[in-house]
Nanobody, 123 residues
Framework: QVQLVESGGGLVQAGGSLRLSCAASGRTFNRNAMGWFRQAPGKEREFVAAISWSGGVTFYADSVKGRFTISRDIAKNTAYLQMNSLKAEDTAVYYC????????????????WGQGTQVTVSS
């Protein structure tokens, strides 16, 4: 079993930056692809970014491409989402997830989920 705990959310101004962390526990963490999803009020959960278990392949939603960067530190059992040039529309609860697949962009492919961390961007 993999346990995921997100942190780093909070209030930021438009144009600012924020770094989310996802601390993971579990023996299979280094063999899990990781993903970030977000859900705004009244909206469905949407894909944000994903990174393969090896760290060599990444995917981003078009809405965040060029602004967000996903990374992972296997030694620290932690995944990150660096968010730059934040916009009001980035406001959402951000969730970290893990999958046994090589990499995935669909929520249904993920087996483990964190509790979420709120990101609020003021304009």
């Amino acid at each position: 079993q993999v346990q995921l705990v997100e942190s780093g959310g909070g209030l930021v101004q438009a144009g600012g930056s924020l770094r989310l962390s996802c601390a993971a526990s579990g023996r299979t963490f280094n063999r899990n692809a990781m993903g970030w999803f977000r859900q705004a009020p009244g909206k469905e959960r949407e894909f944000v970014a994903a990174i393969s278990w090896s760290g060599g392949v990444t995917f981003y939603a078009d809405s965040v491409k060029g602004r967000f960067t996903i990374s992972r530190d296997i030694a620290k059992n932690t995944a990150y989402l660096q968010m730059n040039s934040l916009k009001a529309e980035d406001t959402a609860v951000y969730y970290c997830a893990a999958t046994l697949a090589l990499v995935a962009r669909h929520a249904g492919a993920y087996d483990y989920w964190g509790q979420g961390t709120q990101v609020t961007v003021s304009s």
